[in-house]
C-alpha cells in the first residue's frame, strides 16, 4: 500500500523515469544486457562442440559435463569429476555470464574464454584429450569440416576455431532480466521489502565493494579471508600461480554472484553448500562483520533474485563418427 | 530419367496409389510414426528427470549420460562408463523408438520402459544410488513435488512415478521421416538406386526375417551366432540369464537398426564400430553369407536411409537442491 502510494506519488510529480535512471547509475552492480548474436552459424558450431564428447579422450566428457546448463553451467558438485573419475582440484565455475568476467578460472590464467575452452580439452584430469587430438577427431567428420569451412572460410579445422567457437556461443550464455535487473531498471515491484533489506546490508557491510559490475562479481582478484583466514584443505593458492607474486598469494577472482542460487557448493573449495553459511564466511572472514539469522536471510533473499532467465538451448544433434574418426579410449588403449 | 518415366506410367494408368500402399502392406519393415503427446506436462516432467544427474549417487550421471540424445540415444562406447568410472558390462542400446522394442535391455529383463528406468539408477556400476535415495533427492526439492502434484494428483514422490514419467518421455523419442520410411509410404525418390539394391539384398539374405517391425528388430530374441559361433571376450550370457533355460544361452534380443549410422560400436559387446564389419559379421554368422564387398557397402547405404528425424530436445533447466536435499557423494562418503 504504501509502495502503490510513492509510486502515484512519482508518477503524479514526473520524477518516476528519474528515479529509474538514477537506480541505473548510482547502483554498483548493474543489469545484465541479453545477448546480441551476429553469426548464429558460429553460434550453432560452438554449441555443437560445447556438447562434444568427443573433445574428451573417453568420449564421455563434454564442457557441458562440468559447466550443466540445467544446473546453473555449474556440476554442483564441491570439485568436478574428470578422466578416470579423477578428482579435479578446484570448484568449477559457473560458464553462465562468464563472458563479462575480467578474465577465466579462479586465478584468471586465461585472459579470455577463447584461451580457457583449450585448458580442460587437454587436461589430464579433466577432458584428458590433447589438441592435435581433438582436431584430428573434428577433421574426420565431413559436417564439421564444413561447417568451419562456411563459418571460418577454410575447412582445415584448427584447435583455435574449435575454442573460438565455443567461446562464441559461450557469450550468448547470460541470463538478463533477473528480478533485481527488473529492480534496477525501475520496477519497484520485482522485489520483496525482505530482498530489498537484504541488498541494502549487502551494500552497508560492503559486499558490494567486490562484487559489483553486471556480473557481481568477476571485476577483480581478491584475498580469500582478508580479516580471518580461509581454513581449507584445497592447496590452491590462487592468483600467485599466474604472477609469481607472493603479494597474490591466496588471492582469486572474485566469483560472480548472478544465479548463485544454482551454482552451489560455494567457493573455490566448493566447501559450503548453504548460501546461508556462504554469506555468513563472507561477512566473517572478508568483512570482519557478524551478521544476524535475519541479516543473513535478508542478503540470501537477495541473492536469490540474481536469478537470471537461463538460457534456452536446443540440444544439438552431433554429426557421426567416420571409420576415420580417432576412437574414444574411456578405458586405456584398445 | 528412367524413375520419372515410371511415375509418370504409373500415375497415368492409375496404379501408383495401389503400389504405394502395397509397399506399407508387403514390405516387413514398417513405418515409424510421429509421437502423440497426450500429458505434455508429464512428458516435460520426464524429461527433467532424464537429465537429472542427482538420481545417480555422484550427481554426475544421468539417463542422458549413457543414452545421450546428441548421439543417437547411445553413448558411442563398447560398453558405458559408470559410477567411478565402472566398465560396464554391456554396450548401451540406443533409447530412440525403444518403446517399440518387445521388452527391454539386452537380454529383455525389463517388460516395458518403466520397469527398465529403475535399473541403473540403482545398478553399482552406473548411476549408483538406490530408490530410497532418488526418492529422497527429488522429495526434497519444492519444485518437483509440485509437479508430481499437477501429473500425478499426489505431491508424494514414489519411485514408480520417477520411473514412469521417465518411460513416458522416452516414448516421445521416436525418429520418424526417415528416407527409408518415405520410400515405404510411396516417394520413389526418397532412395537411390543403390540404397534399394541394398535393401534387395538385405532381404534376399535373410536380415529381415529378424530385423523388421518398425523399429527393424526388436521383436524378437535369437541367438548370437547360428551358423558360426561369436567370437568375444565379453561374458554377458544373454536371455538364459532371466529365463534360466539353457536354449536361450546366448539368446540376445535382436537390436534396431533404426539411426544405425549413429548408434556405433555395434553387437552387445560394441566390438565392431565399422557399419560393414558389422554387416560382414552378421551375414556370416547369423546366415551363413559371405557377402562381396559391393553387396556389403549397398547394404550399409541402406541401412543410413533407416536414419529419422532425431527428437528435438529443449535443454530442461533443473530446480535447484534446498538445504535439506541429500548431497552427491562423487568420491564417497564427505
Redesign the interface.
Known amino acids: 500500500m504504501k509502495k502503490l502510494l510513492c509510486i502515484a506519488v512519482a508518477a503524479g510529480i514526473g520524477l518516476s523515469a528519474h528515479a529509474f535512471a538514477d537506480r541505473l547509475q548510482t547502483e554498483l552492480i548493474k543489469p545484465i544486457e541479453p545477448a546480441v548474436i551476429t553469426d548464429p552459424e558460429k553460434v550453432e558450431l560452438g554449441k555443437k562442440l560445447w556438447?562434444e564428447?568427443r573433445l574428451s579422450m573417453?568420449?564421455?566428457i563434454s564442457c557441458n559435463?562440468c559447466h550443466?546448463?540445467?544446473?546453473?553451467g555449474s556440476?554442483?558438485?564441491?570439485t568436478s569429476?574428470g578422466h578416470?573419475?579423477a578428482?579435479g582440484p578446484i570448484n568449477s565455475p559457473t560458464v553462465l555470464n562468464s563472458s563479462l568476467n575480467v578474465a577465466q578460472f579462479w586465478d584468471g590464467r586465461a585472459a579470455n574464454l577463447q584461451e580457457q575452452a583449450g585448458g580442460p580439452i587437454a587436461n589430464p584430469l579433466e577432458m584428458a584429450s590433447s589438441h592435435v587430438l581433438a582436431v584430428d577427431v573434428i577433421n574426420s567428420i565431413p559436417q564439421y569440416r564444413e561447417e568451419f569451412a562456411k563459418v571460418y572460410g577454410t575447412s582445415e579445422v584448427t584447435i583455435e576455431n574449435i575454442t573460438d567457437a565455443i567461446a562464441v556461443f559461450e557469450e550468448t550464455l547470460v541470463t538478463p532480466n533477473s528480478r533485481f535487473d527488473l529492480w534496477l531498471k525501475g520496477d519497484d515491484d520485482a522485489i520483496t521489502e525482505q530482498e530489498l533489506a537484504g541488498y541494502n546490508t549487502f551494500k552497508s557491510i560492503g559486499c558490494v565493494a567486490c562484487h559489483n559490475g553486471p556480473n557481481a562479481g568477476g571485476t577483480s582478484f581478491q584475498r580469500m579471508g582478508v580479516v580471518e583466514p580461509y581454513q581449507t584443505t584445497n592447496p590452491a593458492e590462487g592468483r600467485v600461480a599466474v604472477t609469481g607474486k607472493d603479494a597474490d598469494r591466496f588471492n582469486f577472482k572474485v566469483p560472480t554472484l548472478r544465479n548463485v542460487?544454482?551454482t552451489?557448493p560455494y567457493f573455490h573449495d566448493g566447501a559450503y553448500?548453504?548460501l546461508?553459511d556462504a554469506v555468513d564466511v563472507m561477512a566473517r572472514l572478508q568483512l570482519g562483520r557478524e551478521l544476524n539469522e535475519e541479516e543473513i536471510d535478508n542478503v540470501v533473499a537477495f541473492l536469490k533474485t540474481l536469478t537470471g532467465e537461463?538460457p534456452?538451448?536446443?540440444?544439438?544433434?552431433?554429426p557421426?563418427?567416420t571409420?576415420d574418426t580417432p576412437?574414444?579410449q574411456?578405458?586405456g588403449a584398445?
Chains 1, 2 share one sequence.
Do not use: A, H, V
Open positions: 556438447f564428447p573417453s568420449g564421455f559435463s550443466n546448463l540445467s544446473t546453473g556440476d554442483n558438485l564441491p569429476i578416470n573419475w578428482e542460487e544454482l552451489y553448500w548453504k546461508e537461463q534456452e538451448i536446443t540440444l544439438p544433434i552431433l557421426p563418427s571409420n576412437r574414444p574411456p578405458f584398445n
